[in-house]
C-alpha cells in the first residue's frame, strides 16, 4: 500500500504539490480565524508554516531543498520552480490596468519608486553591517528587501551565489511578514481607509502578498487598490535591479 501511495505520489509531483499546498492554506486560514479572528492574515501563518515544514524537511533528510529533499513532497519543488513563478508575474501584471494606475495619479507612480528605492537602500545597509562588501551581493541582497521575487530574479540576472539568493529571499519573506501582521495595526494612524491611500501604500511597500493580506486583514474592498500598484512594483524592481541599481552599487564600490 504505501509502496503504491508513493509511486502514485511521485508520478504525479505536481498534482500532489497543489494538494499539500491547499492544504496547508486551508489549514492556515482556519487557524487565523479560529485563534487571531483574522487579525494575522492566513497568507502570513501559510509562510511561516511554510518556512518550518522546510526546516524540517532539511534537518531529517539531511539535504538542500527543505521540503522537497522528501520523496513525498517532491512536487512542491515544481509547483514552486522558477518556471510557475515567472508566469505568476506575468500573469499578475497582465491583470493590471494601466489606465486605473493613471487614475491615482503623479502620486502613485512617485510611490513606486520612492519604496523600490528606500526598500533597497535598507537591504543594502543591513548586508553591509553584516560584511558584504562586493557590489553582486549588495545588490541582489538589496533587491530582496524589495521583495523577495526582485532577489532572486536579479542575483539569477549577476551571477550571485545560491547562498546570497537564498538570504535576498529571506529579506523579502520577513518584510512581506512584517507587513501583513503589522498593516492593520498601522492603518489607523495612517489613513488607510480609502482606494487612494491603498494605492499609494502599495507602491510604497510592494510585496503584492504583504500588501494583499495586510489590507485582506484591514478592509477586504481596499485590497484589488494596493495590489494594483504593488503589481507594478515587483516588475519595476525587476527592472531597475540588474540594471540602474546595479551600476550604481558597481559605481559607488568601484
Known amino acids: 500500500m504505501y509502496d503504491s501511495l508513493m509511486k502514485v505520489i511521485s508520478g504525479y509531483g505536481l498534482i500532489s504539490g497543489f494538494a499539500v499546498i491547499g492544504a496547508a492554506m486551508w489549514f492556515s486560514y482556519w487557524l487565523s480565524r479560529r485563534f487571531t479572528r483574522g487579525r494575522l492574515h492566513g497568507s502570513a501563518i501559510a509562510i511561516l508554516l511554510g518556512l518550518v515544514l522546510s526546516y524540517i524537511g532539511g534537518a531529517l533528510t539531511g539535504g538542500q531543498k527543505g521540503l522537497v529533499d522528501i520523496a513525498m513532497f517532491s512536487g512542491i519543488g515544481l509547483l514552486g520552480g522558477a518556471m510557475l513563478r515567472d508566469f505568476a508575474i506575468v500573469a499578475t501584471a497582465f491583470g493590471v490596468s494601466v489606465e486605473e494606475l493613471k487614475r491615482a495619479g ?70 512581506a511578514i512584517l507587513v501583513m501582521i503589522a498593516t492593520p495595526f498601522v492603518a489607523p494612524y495612517i489613513g488607510l481607509n480609502n482606494p487612494r491611500s491603498a494605492v499609494i501604500f502599495g507602491g510604497l511597500i510592494g510585496t503584492s502578498s504583504g500588501v494583499a493580506g495586510g489590507l485582506a486583514a484591514t478592509d477586504p474592498k481596499l485590497v484589488p487598490y494596493g495590489c494594483l500598484t504593488a503589481a507594478f512594483y515587483t516588475a519595476l524592481g525587476c527592472l531597475l535591479g540588474p540594471s540602474l541599481l546595479f551600476f550604481i552599487m558597481r559605481g559607488m564600490l568601484g
Open 106 to 175: 503623479y502620486v502613485g507612480v512617485l510611490a513606486l519608486f520612492i519604496g523600490v528605492f528606500t526598500s533597497f537602500i535598507a537591504g543594502v545597509a543591513v548586508a553591509m553591517a553584516f560584511g558584504y562588501t562586493d557590489a553582486v551581493s549588495l545588490t541582489t541582497i538589496g533587491t530582496g528587501a524589495v521583495t523577495y521575487i526582485v532577489g532572486p530574479i536579479t542575483g539569477a540576472a549577476l551571477g550571485a551565489s545560491s547562498d546570497v539568493m537564498a538570504l535576498s529571499i529571506a529579506a523579502g519573506l520577513v518584510k
